[in-house]
Each structure stands twice: as C-alpha cells, then as structure tokens.
C-alpha cells in the first residue's frame, strides 16, 4: 500500500497550489479519503473529507471556501486545490484513507511540506 503526496511547496500569500495523492495497493474506489494537515507545535487537524465515489465533500471550518478536494477514482488520485494561501496554512499536508466518514484512517502518506510566506 502506497499513498505519495506531491505539489507541495512554496507559495506567497494569496496565491494557489494543488496537492495530488497518488494511490495503490488497495481498492482506492472504496475508500474515503482526507486531509490532514499539521504544523510545526501544533496538532493534527482534518483539512478535508471527500466520499469514497466524491459526492460528499466537508471541509474545516479554517478553510472552508478556499480549498476544495477532489478525487479520480479511475486514476486512483485525490486533489486538494488550496486558493488564497494564507501563512497560517503553512505546514505538512498528509493524505490518508478511511474506510468510512470520521474513521481512523487505515492508510497515512508521507506528507508533502507547503509553505505560505512572502
């Protein structure tokens, strides 16, 4: 089982970045997939949530109308396109899979860092 992030980086304040996970190993199609994201001191919170077949969607409230996660079950992909970055984004994005809404994940990647500075 793998989930790879990427599109990490670093980004001004106010503009885009689209993060993609990339899956395999397991039947992705069934699987919910989130977002995490953690900073530096901080804890863990739940960024996104997107629906095994991607009809439900739910979002932090922190960044709710800016970011916006997707998936491709046939390319066995999940996105988050985050707009108007904020430095208060700053920090490691993870990916992990979940067999059901609010589950413990069963699969976590490896986190790809973005970083919201000027």
């Known amino acids: 089982v793998q989930l790879v992030e990427s599109g990490g980086g670093l980004v001004q304040p106010g503009r885009s970045l689209r993060l993609s996970c990339a899956a395999s190993?397991?039947?992705?199609?069934?699987?919910?997939m989130n977002w995490y994201r953690q900073a530096p001191g901080k804890e863990r919170e739940l960024v996104a949530t997107i629906s095994s077949a991607g009809g439900s969607t739910n979002y932090a409230d922190s960044v709710k109308g800016r970011f916006t996660v997707s998936r491709d079950n046939a390319k066995n992909t999940v996105y988050l396109q985050m707009n108007s970055l904020k430095p208060e984004d700053t920090a490691v994005y993870y990916c992990?899979?979940?067999?059901?809404?609010?589950?413990?994940?069963?699969?976590w990647g490896q986190g790809t860092q973005v970083t919201v500075s000027s």
């Open positions: 992990a899979a979940a067999r059901g809404y609010k589950m413990m994940a069963s699969y």
């Open positions: 190993g397991f039947t992705f199609s069934s699987y919910t």
